[in-house]
């Protein structure tokens, strides 16, 4: 065998172990540590979570960023710190998940909806209502076209949105948002009780 290919066998088996480690390897850290993570957070040993599920995190910036490991972890990270009322310290988590899922969905998808809602919910949470107010129009506008003006998860976002308007000073909208939201109720509690 030539030099020529012996160095080319060697860069090729050089490049596979290279791969292997940065993706096989790096997949079975990250879920080690997210499986961990998890089970913290679940025990609610929240000191544990973070630093597992930041763990994870690191060995998930090695995929792609429209990988769904990646949105797993920050979305638990996120979890983590709102669970524990450290709302400021999920804000950076929940603009990651909208950025991801806007990427990787398009801004119409339901799940981009779910995100903005989030991250709206958030801000509201901290008092940071004119940031919130966009996202939660945003939401009603993606949800409102695929289920209708008059669905139950519509109601809920317009109840939160109403929320931040009143805070907002903004109370005749407000009111209109929460007379739509009983409107729907009383709709919804019509239907259950038909026979």
């Given amino acids: 065998m030539s030099k020529t290919k ?65 949105r797993l972890t920050v979305a638990n990270l996120a979890k983590t710190y709102r669970e524990q009322g450290k709302d400021a310290e999920a804000m950076p988590f929940y603009k990651r998940i909208l950025a991801i899922d806007e990427k990787t969905l398009g801004p119409e998808h339901p799940v981009v909806a779910a995100s903005l809602n ?37 109601a809920h976002v317009e109840e939160s949105y109403a929320d931040t308007l009143r805070n907002m000073g903004r109370v005749p909208e407000a009111e209109k948002l929460e007379a739509h939201v009983k409107s729907i109720e009383a709709k919804q509690k019509n239907n259950d009780s038909s026979p």
């Fill in 6 to 70: 012996i160095l080319a066998l060697i860069v090729a088996v050089i490049g596979s172990l290279l791969y292997l480690k940065t993706n096989f390897f790096s997949t079975l850290s990250w879920e080690k540590y997210l499986d961990a993570g998890q089970a913290a957070l679940m025990k609610k040993n929240y000191a544990e979570a973070e630093q597992k599920l930041r763990q994870a995190l690191k060995e998930a910036e090695n995929f792609s960023e429209g990988d769904p490991r990646l």
């Fill in 118 to 154: 989030n991250l709206a919910n958030n801000y509201r949470i901290l008092g940071k209502y004119a940031e919130a107010e966009p996202l939660y129009r945003r939401a009603l506008e993606i949800w409102v076209k695929i289920l209708g003006p008059d669905d139950l998860l519509v």
